[in-house]
T-cell receptor
Framework: DADVTQTPRNRITKTGKRIMLECSQT?????MYWYRQDPGLGLRLIYY???????NKGEISDGYSVSRQAQAKFSLSLESAIPNQTALYFC????????????FGPGTRLTVL | GQQVMQIPQYQHVQEGEDFTTYCNSS?????IQWYKQRPGGHPVFLIQ?????EVKKQKRLTFQFGEAKKNSSLHITATQTTDVGTYFC??????????FGSGTKLNVKP
């Protein structure tokens, strides 16, 4: 959805480099998520945040960190990138309550050489 | 973490044939969502099921949530080429975070 944007859309980097992926949303949602997609593995949750002061680890948080700079912004960092972090990364947002459709950004394709 | 198995991994059908993908969990789920991802695109929400035995329909798509809330299915009647994509279930742990299945990739031959 255009309401959820991710930058950059594609990135090639080298092993050991620090890289930041950014996500912004205009939906006014409190909840934001970072997922990683690998072929045949579906989407795996890296980190999630329910508000600016709330950060939680997901299934595969090792090697990643996040920052929730504002309600609308949620960044994912790879402090020292390694080749097995090559993947498609998606940011998503959702509202609160029991009906919480997730709205995904267009994705960032990251390649670590 | 939550284990969610989704089968089959791939399905190739002739246009007009039916298609079903299944999602199974070893634990009782609070809810389940279904998403569709077109080739090169991002996941798009289709539906959320919450109640035991719930059945919902969207045109040619029928979604079911098992009585024990441990499994779910998505059935497409008379597939069309526009149905091509990967279908994911996402099992809800509470209503806070979701564990995605590995997806079923559907290919429809015209």
């Amino acid at each position: 959805d255009a309401d959820v944007t991710q930058t950059p859309r594609n990135r090639i980097t080298k092993t050991g480099k620090r890289i930041m992926l950014e996500c912004s949303q205009t939906k006014g949602h409190d909840r934001m998520y970072w997922y990683r997609q690998d072929p045949g593995l579906g989407l795996r949750l890296i980190y999630y945040s329910f508000d600016v002061k709330d950060i939680n680890k997901g299934e595969i948080s090792d090697g990643y960190s996040v920052s929730r700079q504002a309600q609308a912004k949620f960044s994912l960092s790879l402090e020292s990138a390694i080749p097995n972090q090559t993947a498609l990364y998606f940011c998503a947002t959702s509202g609160q309550g029991t009906y919480n459709e997730q709205f995904f950004g267009p994705g960032t394709r990251l390649t670590v050489l | 973490g939550q284990q969610v198995m989704q089968i089959p991994q791939y399905q190739h059908v002739q246009e007009g044939e039916d298609f079903t993908t299944y999602c199974n969990s070893s634990t009782t789920l609070s809810n389940i969502q279904w998403y569709k991802q077109r080739p090169g695109g991002h996941p798009v929400f289709l539906i959320q099921l919450v109640k035991s035995g719930e059945v919902k329909k969207q045109k040619r798509l029928t979604f079911q949530f098992g009585e024990a809330k441990k499994n779910s299915s998505l059935h497409i009647t008379a597939t069309q080429t526009t149905d091509v994509g990967t279908y994911f279930c996402a099992a809800g742990q509470g209503f806070n975070k979701f564990y995605f299945g590995s997806g079923t990739k559907l290919n429809v031959k015209p």
